[in-house]
């Protein structure tokens, strides 16, 4: 990164702002900086703020449009740097992970459980029997149809 703790003009910028301690500044240009009083010391240090990002955003470019000319395999691994930091990740968690075959087998070997109405609980559908609950009738479970009944003409 070209940037290093003795740049002068950051520290200068740096100092301005603590000094100042006005607490949370709004973005340069939001509805919160446009809402300020002209004369308010946060709208001249949010575009102070404003100003060295421009400026760092500018000095980072230039240094990677010099890496990419002059070393492209440097140039390469500063701008994938988060993209691979993220890849890690990502593969840390799918190793973690089991697959679908394995969740798959682990499913086939699991028990099933009984369907139980509990009390003070709505009804509960019953697998395979489309329009059946099963509910808790003087402590006994019982299935009901709840599809509605056709009537004869």
């Not at 955003?57 to 691994?77: F, K, M, N, S, T």
């Not at 988060?82 to 990502?90: G, N, R, W």
């Amino acid at each position: 990164m070209p940037f290093e703790h003795t740049d002068p003009v950051a520290l200068w910028a740096s100092a301005q702002i603590t000094d100042l301690d006005l607490g949370d500044l709004p973005r340069y240009g939001s509805r919160a900086w446009l809402q300020l009083t002209a004369d308010d010391p946060k709208r001249a240090a949010a575009i102070l703020v404003a100003a060295e990002q421009w400026r760092r955003h500018h000095i980072e470019q230039r240094w990677l449009d010099e890496l990419g000319e002059y070393d492209p395999v440097a140039w390469w691994q500063e701008v994938t740097r988060d993209a691979d930091a993220e890849a890690v990740k990502l593969a840390r968690h799918l190793r973690g992970m089991r697959t679908q075959r394995e969740l798959r087998n682990a499913a086939s070997k699991c028990e099933a459980i009984p369907v139980r109405a509990s009390n003070g609980w709505p009804p509960v559908a019953v697998p395979g029997r489309p329009g059946w609950r099963r509910c808790l009738v003087n402590g006994q479970q019982t299935d009901l149809n709840s599809a509605p009944q056709e009537t004869a003409a």
